[in-house]
């Protein structure tokens, strides 16, 4: 135990080299460039109203010996607006750790926030359930939408970070598909004859002995159904392009588009005032830093 209590503060944009520094040696599978990347990205958002915009620091010594990420937004949740903050990349210098727990509690206070975890390392899993997290995702489904039948009707559009407008697509839609194509996500709008459905697919790293075919990871759609209509003209271009799989958050099967379940990885956690969509992940740290 350090014989001074380290502060607690927000990060500021003055200290967003040292943060970097901090999570490089905290994560060492990733590189100081990724980091980087991804708080710059953070610092460009627009944010909710008295959101922070990288999360908090814990200090000694005018120095960081920890940090929690945050990633607030605002998105729509059964109809309503919700202020959500994705807690994303948390360290703790090992000699601060007896800290890291009141550290955790003292950045989650909002009550009318609700705040998710959509990377939990398995060992955090009981920390976060102590905390008054809740599981709203046990799973993933990995998903072959080009098995899936009909879509003959249906046409998919891409969405470029220059992209001046999209039939039948709100401007707000618009701007969050443009947005995550910058990031280098797939943005794709399915055309039906009355519609446009948007959807955002991130691009997965590859992993031995996991994933063992290319796969995206389906990042945002208005609701899961949507996606499971569009499956056989999305899984068409997909294909074509090299991807046959795709993986989606999911509490069990999904019927009408063919795939397995798992509940090996993919948990993810809420507290707060409303639970996160299974189809939304735009503008978290899976958008933002990269899978």
Known sequence: MPAVKPRFREIQESDVEAIADLLTRGFVYRSRDYWMRGLRRQGARSLPQDAPRYGYLMENDVK????????????????????CCNNSSWYVDPEFRNYAALFASMTQKRKDVTYFNVTPATQTW?????????????GLYFSFPALSRGGADMQVEVVTPDTASIAGLPDDELAVLKRHASYGCLSLVCRTAI???????????????????????????????????????????????GSPIVILNANGPIAGVAGVYSEARGRKYFKGPQQPRLGDLADTELAIFGM
Do not use: N
């Open 64 to 83: 960081p010996v920890g940090c929690l990420l945050q990633i607030y937004s605002t998105r729509t949740i059964d109809g309503q607006a919700a202020i």
């Open 195 to 241: 519609e446009a459905i948007p959807f955002i697919f991130f691009s997965l790293r590859k992993r031995r002995g996991i994933i063992p075919l290319p796969a995206l990871q389906l990042g945002f759609c208005h609701e899961i159904p949507d996606y499971v209509r569009c499956a056989a003209a999305i899984g068409r271009y997909l294909l074509w392009r």
């Open 126 to 138: 009981p920390i976060l359930e102590a905390q008054g997290f809740k599981i709203y995702c046990r």
